[in-house]
Nanobody, 116 residues
Framework: QVQLVESGGGLVQAGGSLRLSCAAS????????MAWYRRPPGKQRELVAT???????KYAASVQGRFSISRDFTWKSVDLQMNSLKPEDTAVYYC??????????WGQGTQVTVSS
């Protein structure tokens, strides 16, 4: 059983920074896709950033240039550095990992609140 545990959410003022972390534990097969999603209040979940074994990181247009996704070399953890945060970045952020076999895992979510 694989579990993803997220940390690093919280309350920050606009213009501030937060770093989210997500670590996988359990019977870990090689992950080849790691991503961060978010669900703003009253809205659907949206993709924020992703990184795959076959390519570089990709970002949603709304966070391009402000957020940075990175992983450890073992493919067991992924971070999201969030800078220049805006009130519209307020959301529950979810970590997602997919193995090379297509197994899909999600974290429990961590709240990020950006005050104006």
């Amino acid at each position: 059983q694989v579990q993803l545990v997220e940390s690093g959410g919280g309350l920050v003022q606009a213009g501030g920074s937060l770093r989210l972390s997500c670590a996988a534990s359990g019977s870990i097969f090689t992950m080849n896709t790691m991503a961060w999603y978010r669900r703003p209040p009253g809205k659907q979940r949206e993709l924020v950033a992703t990184i795959t074994s076959g390519g570089g990181p990709k970002y949603a247009a709304s966070v391009q240039g402000r957020f940075s996704i990175s992983r450890d070399f073992t493919w067991k953890s992924v971070d999201l550095q969030m800078n220049s945060l805006k009130p519209e970045d307020t959301a529950v952020y979810y970590c997602n990992m997919i193995t090379r076999y297509g197994d899909d895992y999600w974290g429990q979510g961590t709240q990020v609140t950006v005050s104006s």
